[in-house]
Every structure is written in C-alpha cells, then in structure tokens.
C-alpha cells in the first residue's frame, strides 16, 4: 500500500511540474511575441519618425541655398536647431557628393564633425528612388560611443546632390527596442537580413556590428516564437522576428529555454501591457512638414509621400487608432479603427468633429433608448474623450470588449488607440476554469489520500493505544510510546495539509449552531488534561460570570483552535502552569465579544520572530522546530479561522517567561440564552449506565480496537462486518447506538443509515455515529443529511469517541 501511495503520489507530482513546464513555455512565447511586436512598432514609429525629420530638410533647407553656394552658417544653425529639438539626435549633418562633411551641428558646440562610412555613403548614390538608408553601428571618434548613421539624398536648387545624415546613437535605438528589456531575461535585437547586428537590448556594445552566424530566414520572421538557437549565444531558446518597415532590417526577442522555464515556477501568469504611443518627434515633424510644405509643389508630393507612408505604418497596426486635433476634429484613423466601429464609416472624414462620432456611435448602441438617454451617453463619452488620460473598456453589444487608450499631445489633441481584448477576455475566463478544476481535483486527491492513509493509521495508533494499556517492560513502553508520539504528529500533519487546502481553495466554511462555550472549551482542556498532568503541569480553566450560556458559533473550528493553541502551550512548557482565560464583554450591536486566552509558562518568543508567527512552514525559532518539530502551519490555519469568524488571535510573549495566545470572537447571543456563574470547570461527570452499542465496521483490525474502546468505556458491543448486516441486526435486537462505518462492501454506511431511517417505530430514531476517514467538511454534511446523528474522524481518539457517545445519550 505505501509503494502504491508512493507511486501515484510521484505520478501526480510528475504531471503537475509538465503542466507547469508547458504552462510556462507556452506564458513565455506570448511574452516573446509580444515584445518583438512592440519592439517592432516602436522601431517602426522611431525611423518613420526619423524619416519624416530627414525628408523635412529638402524644404527647411531651401533658405542655406545662396546664389553663389552653400550658407554653411546659416544651415548650421537650421541642423543645430533641430538637433536641440530632437533628443534621440547626436548630430546632423550636410554631405556633399564627394562624401566631405560641409556642416555638422555640434560643430557649435566644439565636437569635431562626425566621420560616417565612405563605402556606405556610395550605396546612397546608387539609389533610384531616395529613401532612407542606415548604417551599420560606427564607432564615434568624438565620445568613443557607437551610433548609427541615417541618411536621405537630397538636391540644391542647382541640382548637386548632397546628403542629410543623422547620428542616432545605438543606446538610444536599444531603449526603443526594449525599454524594458531587463525584465524577464528577454533580449531583442536589431539585425540587418545578412545578420549584420545593430543594436541589442540590454546594451552588449562588444557584440554591435558583428555578423550572426544564422541569418533568420523568411519562415522565421513571422512574429511567432519557434524553438531555435538564441540570436546571441549558443543556446536553446524561444525567439520570434518581425521584418520592419524599411527593407533589410528586421527585430527579434529571445528568451532563453533555461530562463523561460525559471520564470515559470515563479509566476503563473504574465502580464505585459504594451503602450502604443506617437513620439513628440513624429508630431513635431509631422506639424513642421505641413507648416513649411503648403505653399510648395514639391513639398506637397513630399507630403503626399509622407502621408502615403504614414497611412502604410497605420494600416500595419494591428489597433485601431484615431488622432483628434486640439478642436476635436478627426485628423486620421486606420482601416482597423473602422472595422472596430463599422456604424462609423459613414461619417468618418477628415475635419469631422468628435461629437458626431460620439453621437453616430450612441445611435448605433443604442437604438431602443430615449433621446435623453442617448444625449447622456454622447456628453460621458466626451468628458472620457476630453479630460481623462488613461485607459477604460467598453462591451459592444455583439459582445466583443474593446480596451482604449487616449492621450493628450502637446498641442491639445487626442491620440486614441482600440485593441479588440474580447480573444484575452475569454483566455482568461478559461485559464480561470482550468485553474478551478485543476484545485478542485487537488482537493480530491487530498480527500482519497487522506482516507486512504487514515484507515490504515487508525488501526496503529488504535493498537499501540490498546498495547500501551498492557503490563509492558521500560524498554517496549517507551517504544510503544514512540509509535503513538509519532502516529499523532502525521495525524496532525494529514489535517493541517487538508485545512490548508480548503483555504487555498476559499472551502473552509462554517458551521453555526447554538453552542455552550464554556463546555466547548472545557471539553478540550479535559481532554488535554492527562497531557499536561503527565509532564507535571497545571492546567485550569477560568471563566468570569455572566457569560451567555449558548452562543452562535461553530464548535468544531472551535475546539480545532483550541486544541492548536493548547497543544502548542504543553509542547513548549517543561515547567509551571498552563491557564485557559474565558471573558467577555457586551459589543454595540448586540453581539458578544468573547476572549479565550491561553498562557503559558514556557520557553516564550523572541520579539523579531512574532512578525513570522502565523506564516505557513514557519515556526517562529529553528532551533525550536528540530527540538520540538511540527509542520508551522497550526497557527496560520487557526488565524485563517478565527478571520472566518470575523474575529483575530493576538500574542504576547517574551523568551524565559512565556506566552499568552488570545483569541477574540465577536458572537451572536443565542435566543433566551440566560447567564453563566463563574466556575473553574464545567462540572464533575455524572456516573451513567452502560450502553448497549452496534459497531458497522469491515475492517477485522478496527474491530478488534473499537470494541476495546468501548470495553475501555464500559459499554457492550455487537460486530457486524457490512451495512447490510447492520440493518438486520437493529431489526432483531434493541440497541442503543449504532457506530456505522461509511465506506463498506454490500451496502455502505450512508445507505444503510437511510434504510434504518425508513424502518417503521422507534427503529428509525436511534442514534447513528458515523466512523470514517474520510475527512472534509463535505463528508460530514454528506452523513448527516443521510440521517446520521454525529461524527467522528479515523483514526479514532479514545475521548473523542467517548464525548461523541455522550452527545448522542445527551439527544
């Protein structure tokens, strides 16, 4: 049996971890795609932006064109001004044909002019159609850092060709690439499609401009992580590529197969939100250009040309987008934006104010309601729209759910970016339902293995209980003595292990009934009694008078607090006394404040371990966890239910003197429930007659040992070894109890219990305790609605069993 255990415990454990392994390879590969899409937006976004700036200067430089040359001051002037502006800019620069610098910028600022590559300048020359062109990383004689040279050609009024380059310095091309790179061990890089490397995040400026030895071929650029070697060690790895939009130059994300699976044991979900934002530059450029490109033929094809790139970059966004000028007025969107809100293609045009959009939009969302109504959807979607900065999200009627963002540019306008979420939103929705049935199922197992290890315990600990009340030499005693020590503390464990998952699982409840406290509290402290006089301590209970005989609460979370709460005082007392403190006192509502504390005289808590006291595993000193043991999770379960009784435990204690553990409850009075005196106990126990009792039980070993409990007891017993058996025996002798098995061949407990429960006469009303293994609060709830009258836990314990037979003479 425990080979069998210990398999199925090693295959469960076996499939958990590939769950978890594949849980976060598959987290890991969204996170990949997702930073090589943003990286390749934000890319994307910087060179347009940079593009723009560059093919600006044809018509911003028209007035550096003098009759007799170049106004080198003036357009250094022009080229500084820009620089100023643009922080992502070292430098800029005029080149003539012959590859000479002519004016550099930071020539103001007393930097020797930049020195870009000849052999790169020449491809230039050889372009049909001027685009845009970037170097491979260079170097800097000025300030020994490496940049990057962005070129566009460009004429003179006299048709020479010159060329505007700028210096983008690589660290700030790796900030676009991957702001936060750091996090999560993803790395991104810049590459040309020869595998000429660029720019990386994190910054690794010794490997800038070497050649990768596997360029990423055209399957690999999809933007869908593959399993393959890392771009920049030799090493398994996730990694996805995108092209950008300027030819020969793409961007990729790679995480390490190592670091992926790392990051999977320690968080199970991911959450990484990309911000899809216009620089200032881009706007900045965009206004330059129409400020100074309006009057110009030639400036209007470069406009036109710069809008036709732009719409291009517009319709490779996967979100809708939407720019507002600083009246409200549409500008641009994308073909996504209309396929977000298809009700708005009739009226989407340039210059059309928000408002109508807003309007269109509540006509279209709402066609059954008032005009009042509508008009109040149109002015809050415009406060949204006008005032607030951030995101919201909104549920269109054909369901889908569409998170926005909007922005304020400097100028007074609105940038509004649409994701379609509704594909995350169910995700999620299923990820929470494989998360639920995934617990649930833990809960299962946890409830098998626990019957499972319970039946066989409750024979040990049953046995050796019945072997330590026989003549026994020192040596066998104290072996006995060891057996039950040890069977108690996997006991204990098996419970703590099931509580904890309850409250993992939000299913540890209560159940509340009447209860007398002061006989609840006794009962454990009875029961704890011997223990404590055993190593030579006092144990008292004290209660102050006027305390409500019967209050709401549940009993058996009770006595499980204050069996940990005293358990622990007689683990960590050698010496003195142990008191258990009943008070209370009358709350505003109407409720009853109790106060249960437990002091002790033992060896007391240092001040910096209180903070970690109630931590599940932890024990507040290491050296007291050797010496004493336990699993450190009877305090953090006790707290988790005294928080479900909307009450706290407190504690005060100090090394060498001792603790004291309070317990406060705020509890509801019960009806007519008179006053308590004070009293050191709950009364001495009236002498009863014995009972004649029926024991259901399959097993031959726990036959033998309840009988002995009830021989122990003082009670007469009948075996009967089936549920079946059980219901004949009632019918043809009286009984005055029934201890019914639950789990048993031909007809179980619970079946035999409702088959009593319909016999005809007094038959039918006689007590039913259950016996079982099997331990959650279910089980429980489960016996009693068959029609049984108590319950007791396997393995049995000699005072519970007695207290549970006690209940039942009690009715």
Known sequence: ?????????????????????????????????????????????????????LAGHDSTLQPVWTPTGLDEGRARQLLYATVRQNLSLRDMALVDDQGRVRVSAQALDGRPPMQPPSDWLGGLRQQAVPQLRVSEPVQTFA??????????????????????????????????????????????????????????????????????????????????????????QDE?????????????????????RAV????????????????????????GAAVATDRYLRGLARARAETQRTKDSLERALAAMGDGFLLCDAQDRVVVWNQRYEDLFPWLKPVLAPGVDFERLALTGALALMPDASQADQQGWVQMRLAVHRQREGGYEQELPDGRVIHAVERRTPEGGVVSVFRDITRNERELARAKQAAEAANEAKSRFLAAMSHEIRTPLNAVLGMNSLLLNTPLTDEQRRCAELIHGSGQTLLALINDILDLSKVEAGHLTLELTDIDLVRTVDEVASLLRLRAQAKGLVLDLEVTPGLPARLR????????????????????????????????????????????????????????????????????????AR????????????????????????????PGVGSCFTVLLPL????????????????????????????????????????????????????????????RQVQLEPYDLVLMDVQMPLMDGE??????????????????????????????????????DDHVSKPLDLGLLAAAIERTRRG
Not at 217 to 223: I, N, R, Y
Not at 704 to 721: F, K, Y
């Open 143 to 232: 300030t020994a850092e490496r940049v990057l040279y962005l070129a566009r050609p460009l004429s003179d009024p006299r048709g020479q060709r010159w060329f505007i380059v700028a210096e983008w310095p690589v660290a700030v091309a790796a900030s676009i690439l991957g702001p936060n790179a750091e996090e999560g061990g993803i790395s991104l890089t810049l590459e040309r499609d020869d595998g000429l490397l660029m720019a990386v995040a994190p910054p690794q400026d010794a490997l800038l401009g070497s050649q990768l030895a596997r360029p990423l071929g055209a399957l690999q650029t999809g933007g869908v992580a593959q399993d393959v070697r890392a771009r920049l």
């Open 236 to 256: 398994p790895a996730l990694v996805a590529a995108r092209p950008l939009l300027y030819q020969g130059l793409l961007v990729s994300a790679g995480l390490p």
């Open 668 to 727: 509801q009075r019960a009806a007519d429930a008179p006053e308590t005196p004070a009293a050191g106990a709950a009364g001495a126990a009236v002498p009863r007659p014995p009972l004649r009792i029926l024991v259901a039980e399959d097993n031959a070993v726990n036959q033998i040992l309840i009988q002995a409990m009830l021989d122990q007891l003082g009670h007469e017993c009948t075996l009967v070894a089936d549920g079946m058996a059980a219901l």
């Open 627 to 654: 010496r004493y043991g336990g699993s450190g999770l009877g305090l953090a379960i006790s707290r988790e239910i005294v928080h479900l009784m909307g009450g706290r435990i407190d504690v005060q204690s100090a």
């Open 751 to 788: 079946s035999a219990t409702r088959a009593i429960r319909s016999l005809p006469g007094p038959l039918s009303r006689i007590p039913i305790v259950a016996m079982t293994a099997n331990a959650m609060v279910e089980d429980r709830a489960s016996h009693l609605a068959a029609g049984m």
């Open 1 to 53: 049996m425990a080979a069998l255990l210990v398999a199925l415990v090693a295959g469960v454990t076996t499939w958990l971890l590939l769950s978890l392994r594949e849980e976060a390879l598959r987290e890991a590969r969204d996170a990949v795609e997702r930073q090589v899409a943003g990286a390749e937006a934000a890319l994307n976004r910087s060179l347009l932006g940079l593009d723009l700036l």
């Open 553 to 624: 609460g549940d009993a058996s979370r009770l006595r499980q607090v204050l069996f940990n709460l005293l358990g622990n005082a007689l683990k960590f007392t050698e010496q003195g006394r142990i008191s258990v403190e009943l008070a209370h006192q009358p709350l505003p509502d109407g409720r009853c404040q109790v106060s249960i504390a437990v002091r002790d005289t033992g060896i007391g808590i240092a001040p910096e371990l209180l903070p970690r006291l109630f931590t599940r595993f932890m024990q507040g000193d290491s050296g007291a």
């Open 260 to 283: 992926a699976l790392q990051e999977g044991e320690l968080t199970r979900r991911l959450v990484v939100a990309v911000a899809a934002l216009f620089s200032l530059a881009l706007l």
